[in-house]
């Protein structure tokens, strides 16, 4: 059964400064999203990594990934206070007839000015 | 462009009674979801679609049912409510499973069952 993971659940952070999301999980995928959540909205749609090494990146924000290790990161440069919200990870789980995405727990990032 | 509709925004329930929470794609998307969002966690899968006639269970089917008939709609039936089922729901789709395909998500119904 495919688990995935977040760390940490909350952080708070200062604007100007530097953080990682982590995102772990159980089984091999060659997918990986990355998702924002704001505050009593839908989820909005970051990045979508497909393979081993792949970088991408979006103003402040960077997401990798590496597979033999099933982690992706998801790296904040220079945090401001706009990019406060919660950021889930989501593992593709395919083959045959099945097709779904398995979130993770979501990591709730404040920025303080 | 409507995109991902979702139709009621907010309901409140009894225990016991029962209703459909309705969702429809206007991208002609294969591909449709419903999920849950418990306060403060991550989405869990409930039931999915790979196309119209054909739905399986996701990670946490018990209590809810689904029908596909169409390509467009997807709706999520909850029989005899529980205060267990009290969440935020969504609907999604995506058009397949192809490379840098992702989801596309409805705006949610939050659901109370007292």
């Known amino acids: 059964e495919l688990k995935v993971e977040q760390n940490p659940l909350f952080l708070s952070m200062q604007e100007g400064k530097n953080y990682t999301i982590y995102c772990n999980y159980s089984?091999?995928?060659?997918?990986l999203y990355w998702y924002r959540q704001d505050p009593g909205k839908s989820l909005e749609s970051l990045f979508v990594?497909?393979?081993?090494?792949a970088v991408k990146q979006e103003g402040r924000l960077m997401a990798s990934l590496d597979t033999k290790a099933r982690l992706s990161t998801l790296h904040i440069t220079a945090a401001v206070h706009d990019l406060s919200a919660t950021y889930f990870c989501?593992?593709?789980?395919?083959?045959?007839?099945?097709?779904?995405?398995?979130f993770g727990t979501g990591t709730l990032l404040a920025v303080q000015p | 462009n409507a995109g991902v509709t979702q139709t009621p925004k907010f309901r409140i329930l009894k225990i016991g009674q029962s209703m459909t929470l309705q969702c429809a794609q206007d991208?002609?998307?294969?591909?449709m979801y419903w999920y849950r969002q418990d306060p403060g966690m991550g989405l869990k899968l409930i039931y999915y679609?790979?196309?119209?006639?054909?739905?399986d269970k996701g990670e946490v089917p018990n209590g809810y049912n689904v029908s596909r008939s169409t390509t467009e709609d997807f709706p999520l039936r909850l029989e005899l409510a529980a205060p267990s089922q009290t969440s935020v729901y969504f609907c999604?789709?995506?058009?397949?499973?192809?490379?840098?395909?992702?989801?596309?998500f409805g705006s949610g119904t939050q659901l109370s069952v007292l």
């Open positions: 989501a593992v593709g789980q395919y083959g045959g007839a099945t097709n779904k995405l398995i």
């Open positions: 679609s790979v196309g119209a006639g054909i739905t």
């Open positions: 991208m002609n998307h294969n591909y």
């Open positions: 999604a789709s995506s058009y397949s499973t192809g490379l840098n395909e992702k989801l596309f």
């Open positions: 990594l497909l393979s081993n090494g």
């Open positions: 089984t091999t995928s060659d997918r």
